[in-house]
């Protein structure tokens, strides 16, 4: 099976969101802008997930105008023109003539002449489609289209009079994953286990934390993910205890556990693992009965995911075990009913047990339709990331509970029997992974 998005598969999203638009409507998405790290230098490109996802296309300052039912063509690319000067100092560029030979636009034109192009487009269109709010800088270049076709009534031009959120229908449908999605998603997370079992193997007492992120790095560039789909997270000791520790700078001691949150990007789809270890491979009995109650409530969340159960379900089932393991172990007291109703384990677990996963590592989709948590379906992608932290300033425990922070994180996708796995190999008990780091 090919790891490439078909073109056929871009041409039918965009297909099926114009079968969904409102007829005399026209729906514009613009693509992302390079970003200045520092004076006269860039981040390395990344293309807005929409765009890509309609579109397939990697370079920046485009925009995408779909216009249902035009008869001059439906699909409308204005890019960056062919610049033999620019292609030489910055690399290849389509061109319009490559949009249309490539990306299957039925017109192109250089993204300098929208102002003149664009206007005449979105006149005596009723609706327009657009994420208002999240370019601010695209949406005054809106406004001002409008704004001219406005300053056109007297002589008969029909401005648009409703605008539309693009989002709801847009990511509605990236929310289900295509077969060729999943493909790329796989590789992602096999891409992603092999880093963190190098990380695993490779980890001992007096190494950096950022040590060990190069692990992961190397490991994903090796086998063609150059990117990571957001700063990996590699914590030790205490650190652990931080959600979104990004420091990576501190040094790992015998006796600590390290927790690495990592994962690659491939074709711009996000992978997303956590695994918490110990640093000289051998877990204190403290650290083994702390993993034992997450890897359990990890496993209560994998059972309740399946068509129909909805997305709370594994939440749920996750914070029940987590909270009777924290009873067993005497760091909470009391009913379990009322601990749970009354969330008091919050200071231990504080997140969700997961979040939806594609283009971006937190992806787009509604968790609740009408109030109510939505239903699972096949082809959704989530993760399964539950977790026990405790603060090292905790007085309510005993010392030697203090400053352990664990969490184990996997990718499934939702089949219609249930769930697969996305992130297989990984060594996950206490003994698989002693045993995994002894070798």
């Not at 929409?50 to 204005?78: H, K, M, N, T």
């Not at 062919?82 to 039925?106: F, H, N, S």
């Not at 192109?108 to 800088?137: H, K, Q, T």
């Not at 990718?411 to 002894?438: F, N, Q």
Request: with cysteine.
């Amino acid at each position: 099976m090919s790891l490439t998005i078909p073109s056929k598969d871009y041409a039918k999203r965009r297909r099926e969101l114009m079968a969904q638009m409102a007829p005399n409507s026209i729906a514009v998405i613009a693509a992302a802008h390079e970003i200045i790290r520092n004076r006269d230098t860039h981040f390395a490109f990344r293309q807005d997930s929409d765009f890509y996802y309609l579109s397939g296309f990697a370079e920046p300052d485009a925009v995408l105008v779909l216009i249902p039912g035009r008869e001059q063509g439906e699909v409308i690319f204005f890019c960056r023109d062919r610049d033999p000067t620019r292609e030489l100092w910055d690399g290849r560029r389509a061109g319009p003539e490559g949009m249309v030979k490539q990306y299957g636009a039925d017109d192109a034109f250089p993204v300098d002449d929208i102002d003149d192009i664009l206007p005449g487009l979105m006149e005596g269109r009723e609706r327009v489609y657009y994420s208002l709010g999240r370019n601010p800088a695209f949406d005054n270049l809106l406004m001002g289209w409008l704004n001219t076709i406005r300053s056109k009534a007297r002589t008969g031009a029909q401005p648009p009079e409703e605008f539309v959120d693009l989002d709801h229908l847009l990511h509605d449908m990236r929310l289900i994953k295509s077969t060729a999605e999943l493909a790329v998603m796989k590789r992602a997370g096999e891409i992603s286990v092999a880093a963190h079992k190098r990380a695993m193997r490779a980890c001992k007492p007096g190494m950096m934390e950022y040590q060990l992120e190069s692990e992961i790095i190397h490991e994903c560039s090796q086998q063609g993910a150059r990117f990571q789909a957001y700063p990996a997270i590699v914590g030790g000791g205490e650190n652990g205890c931080i959600l979104h520790y990004i420091e990576n700078n501190a040094e790992l001691k015998s006796g600590d556990l390290v927790l690495i949150d990592a994962g690659c990007e491939l074709q711009n789809y996000a992978s997303d693992i956590t695994r918490t270890f110990p640093v000289n491979g051998v877990f204190s009995n403290e650290q083994a009965a702390l993993y034992n109650v997450v890897l359990a409530a990890q496993e209560a969340a994998f059972a309740e995911i399946s068509p129909e159960r909805d997305w709370n379900a594994s939440h749920v089932a996750a914070v029940r075990v987590l909270c009777q393991g924290l009873l067993d172990l005497g760091l909470l007291r009391g009913d379990l009913d009322e601990i749970l109703e009354q969330n008091k384990y919050t200071e231990f677990y504080m997140h969700r047990t997961g979040h939806w996963l594609g283009l971006d590592v937190h992806d787009v989709g509604d968790y609740k339709i009408g109030g109510e948590w939505r239903v699972l379906e096949p082809g959704m992608v989530l993760t399964v990331e539950p977790g026990l932290y405790i603060a090292p300033d905790n007085l309510n425990v005993e010392q030697k509970w203090r400053g352990i922070g664990i969490r184990i994180e996997d990718d499934v996708v939702v089949t219609k029997d249930g769930y697969e796995l996305l992130t297989p190999g990984m060594p996950r008990s206490v003994e698989e992974i002693e045993r995994w780091m002894a070798n």
